[in-house]
C-alpha cells in the first residue's frame, strides 16, 4: 500500500511539435471572467505611424488655455494609439505632457484593463501609474488587486502590495498575496515576490520568489516541486528545472530523491528540425538501488525522432534500453509504462514518389521477462511500385524486399532473404458492388546459416521457393427502406465472396525469422495469408462467404452492425508454423472442411444503450475460440456505465510456458454527482483465478481555479524474471495505492484533464464502439 501527495503547482510549458497527433481533449470546468467594462476598439488605423502617435479627447465640457492646462469633464475618453483611458475628469498639462485622471476610471490597451481610484500618464514616455487598482489580463482568467500599478514604457506591469488569482472575485478560492509583481508583456511570464498563498482564506504556503507563465510561453526557471510518500519509495521530493535553451530546442532535468532508492534523476531533450522534424532524448539513472541487495547502476536511454526531409524522403527512429527487465514495474519512467514489456529499435528512411517508393530499415526488438530474443533486421531494403489502370483497367503491382536477419546468440541460424511479388489485378467497382480478380507470383530465396547444431535440424542452406496465387473476391450492395419499433431506418445487405488459392511447397526447410499467427475475426475470413512475414506462406484453396448488414437512421448513422462469416475449405492446409526457431521437427497442419464461425455485432439498443461483441466458434467441436462482449449506456457527456466479458484460450505465458484461458469480467462507471463533482471506478475479475486483477476508483472536484482528485489502485504487477535482480521472489503479486492530487489552475498547472483520463488511468482502458453515434 502506498500514500502520494501531490502539490501540481506548475505545468511544464509544450515544445509545439510540427504535425503533432498526440493532443489530447480537455474536460474541465471553465470560468469566464471578463473585464466590467467593453474591450476598447481603436478609432484609428493603427497600421499606420501616424495613427499611433495621434491623441484623441472627447467629454462632455472643457475648458483650457493655450500651451499650458487643458480641463475636461464628464465622460472624458482619451485614446492614443492602441490605448484608452476614460474618467469622469482629467486634467492635461501639456508643458510636462502628462495626463491626470481620476473618478469611474477605466485603462484599457490590447493586453489588459484596469480600473482605478486615480491615474497619471506620462505620453512622452507612454507610461503611465494607477493608485487603488483592479486589473484583468485578457485571454487569461487572472485579474486581482494592486494598491500600486505602474505601465512602463515598454507596456510591462509593476504591481505594488498587489495579489491575483483565476476564481471568481466574488468568492476566491486561492488567492496569491505578494509585495511585487513583474509582468512582462514580451517574454509573457510574470515575476512574484515575497508572495503568501491563501487557499480558503488560509495561508499555507510562503513563496519568497517565483515565476509564472501568463500565456503558452516557455521561459527557463525551476518548476514546483513535488512531494510524495510511499512504502516502497519511501519519501521523495522532486524539483525539476526546465531550460528553454533556444526556440528550436528546451531541457528539463528532474532530481528525484527517494529514501528508500536513492537519487533517481531523469533528464527529457526535446528538439525541432527546421520545420518538419522533431525529436526527443530521455536520460533516467538510478545508481545503486538500495531496495535491491548488490543492485547494479539502472538506467534508461530513449530517443526518437520522425519528420520529412523535403517532400519525397521520410525518416524515422527510435530507440529505447533499460538495464533490467522491472525498470518500469518499479520506477515511474517517462518514458513508458509498467505494462509495457516491448522496447522497439527502428531506424528508416524513405522515399516516395507517386508510383513507387523505396525503403530501407533495420530494427529490433527487446522483450523484457523472456530468454529467447526476436530476431534483428540489419538491414531490409523494400521497392513497391504501382500502376493503377495500367492498360484496359489492368492494375499491376510489385512488392520486393531484400532482408538479412541476425541474431544476438551465436546458436541461432541467421539468413537473407529476398522477395519479389509481382501482381495484376482487373478491379470493377460501382454502386451495385464490386468484383477484383488478382494474380500474384510469390518469389522467395533464402540463404541460411545454421547455427543451431540440432541433430533433427532441416534447414537448408538455400532455399527457392515459388508460389502461385489467385484470388477473386466479390461483393455485392443491397438496400431497402424499411422500418422498425415504428422507426424509419435505411437496411443494407452486403453478402460478399472470396476464392483463394495458394500453391503448395513443404516449407520445413525454412527457418522462423519474423513470421507469427494471425488473429482469425471476421475481416481476417478474407485476408490472401495466415501467417504474418513470409517465412510461412500457407497453401490454400478455398471459399470464404460472408454477410454483412446495417441500419442507418433518417440522420444517416449507422446504429446497427451484423458481420457473420466462414471459411469453407476444398484442400486442407499442409503448411503450419514451426513451435521452435531453427527447428522444423513440428508444425501445426489444418485438418477441417471450414474454419471457426467469426461474428461481430455493435448497435445502439436503444436510446443511450449500446451493445458490442464478437465471437469465433467451432461449430465441428463445439468450442467457443474467442469471444468478447460489452455493454455501454452513455447518457451523456461524461456519463458512462459499462459491463464487459471477454474469453481467450490457449494464451502462452511467458513465465511458466503453459497454456492459459483468460476469462474475465469487468464493470466501469463515470458519473458526475454535480457539475463539478465526478465519480470515476472500475473493477476486472479473473473467473479462472477467482480473483480481482484490478480495482480503480476515483472522485474528481474540478472547479474553474482549482481541483482536487482522490482516488484508489488495486492491481496486479507484472514481475518478471531478472537474472540481475537477486530479489525476485519477494516482488508482490499485487500492488495498491492511493493517491491524492491537488492542482491550482493559473499558477502554470492546468488541473487533471477530465473524465477522460481518469478512465484510461489502469490496466484496461475505456473503448466505446466504433461507428456508431454518441
Known sequence: MQIRYFLALSLLPQLVLANDANTATVESSQCVIEPPVKPYVPLYDLDSPADLERISIISDSSKAQMGKQAQFSGDVSFSQGGRNISADEAILDQEAEELAA??????????????????????????????????????????????????TKENNLL???????????????????????????????????????????????????????????RKSGFLFPSFSTSTTNGVEFAVPYYWNIAPEFDLTFTPNYMSARGLYTKTEFRYLAGEKQQGQLNFEFLPDDDKLTNSPNRYLYHWEHSG??????????????????????????????????QLTRIGEISYFEENWDISGRVQDIKVLGEEEKPYQVMPQFTF???????????????????TNFSHQDSEYSTATRLHIEPSISYPIHGPAGSLTSEVKLLQTNYWQDDNSNLANSTLDDT??????????????????????????????????????????????????????????????????????????????????????????????????????????????????INDVNGSADTFVQENTSNSALA?????????????????????????????????DYRPGKNKLLQASYRYVPDLLNTNTNESVDIKQVGFRGAWPINDNLYLVGNWYYDLNESRSVETYTGFQYESCCWAVRLSYHYRIKTNYVDEDNPVNDTRE??????????????????????????????????????????
Not at 492546468?750 to 490496466?763: E, F, H, K, N, R
Open 102 to 151: 481620476n473618478g469611474n476610471l477605466v485603462f484599457q490597451d490590447e493586453l489588459f484593463t484596469v480600473t482605478a481610484d486615480s491615474l497619471v500618464a506620462k505620453m512622452r514616455s507612454n507610461s503611465a501609474t494607477l493608485l487603488g487598482a483592479q486589473y484583468w489580463l485578457h485571454g487569461q482568467q487572472i485579474h486581482g488587486d494592486a494598491n500600486k500599478l505602474e505601465i
Open 733 to 774: 503479486l499485487f500492488e495498491s495505492g492511493v493517491y491524492l492530487n491537488f492542482v491550482i489552475k493559473g499558477l502554470g498547472g492546468s488541473g487533471p484533464l477530465g473524465v477522460s483520463d481518469m478512465l484510461d488511468d489502469g490496466l484496461f482502458n475505456y473503448r466505446k464502439p466504433l461507428y456508431l453515434k454518441n
Open 463 to 576: 532455399v527457392n521457393r515459388t508460389l502461385p496465387q489467385v484470388r477473386i473476391h466479390g461483393q455485392i450492395n443491397f438496400e431497402r427502406f424499411t422500418d422498425y419499433f415504428n422507426t424509419n431506418y435505411r437496411q443494407t445487405l452486403e453478402p460478399q465472396f472470396q476464392y483463394l488459392y495458394v500453391g503448395y511447397e513443404d516449407q520445413s526447410n525454412i527457418g522462423i525469422y519474423d513470421t507469427a499467427q494471425l488473429q482469425e475475426d471476421y475481416n481476417g475470413l478474407f485476408r490472401e495469408r495466415r501467417f504474418s512475414g513470409l517465412d510461412r506462406i500457407a497453401d490454400a484453396n478455398q471459399f470464404t462467404l460472408g454477410l454483412t448488414t446495417k441500419l442507418f437512421d433518417e440522420q444517416n448513422k449507422e446504429i446497427f452492425k451484423f458481420s457473420l462469416g466462414q471459411i469453407l475449405y476444398l484442400e486442407d492446409s499442409r503448411v503450419g
Open 308 to 341: 520529412a526531409i523535403d517532400k519525397n524522403w521520410r525518416v524515422l527512429a527510435n530507440y529505447t534500453d533499460v538495464s533490467d527487465n522491472n525498470y518500469f514495474n518499479d520506477l515511474n519512467s517517462d518514458v513508458q509504462r509498467a505494462t509495457d514489456n
Open 159 to 217: 504591481l505594488s502590495e498587489t495579489n491575483f488569482t483565476t476564481c471568481p472575485a466574488d468568492n476566491p478560492a486561492w488567492l496569491l498575496e505578494a509585495d511585487k509583481i513583474k509582468i512582462d508583456s514580451t517574454e509573457e511570464w510574470g515575476e512574484i515576490w515575497d508572495a503568501k498563498l491563501q487557499i480558503g482564506g488560509v495561508p499555507v504556503m510562503y513563496i519568497p520568489y517565483m515565476t509564472i507563465p501568463v500565456s503558452d510561453k
Open 599 to 631: 461474428a461481430e455485432l455493435s448497435t445502439q439498443l436503444y436510446a443511450d444503450w449500446f451493445l458490442s461483441g464478437s465471437i469465433q466458434y467451432d461449430a465441428k467441436e463445439s468450442e467457443n475460440k474467442k469471444s468478447e462482449l460489452t455493454v
Open 384 to 402: 513497391n511500385y504501382r500502376a493503377p489502370e495500367y492498360w484496359n483497367g489492368f492494375d499491376i503491382n510489385l512488392m520486393s524486399e531484400v
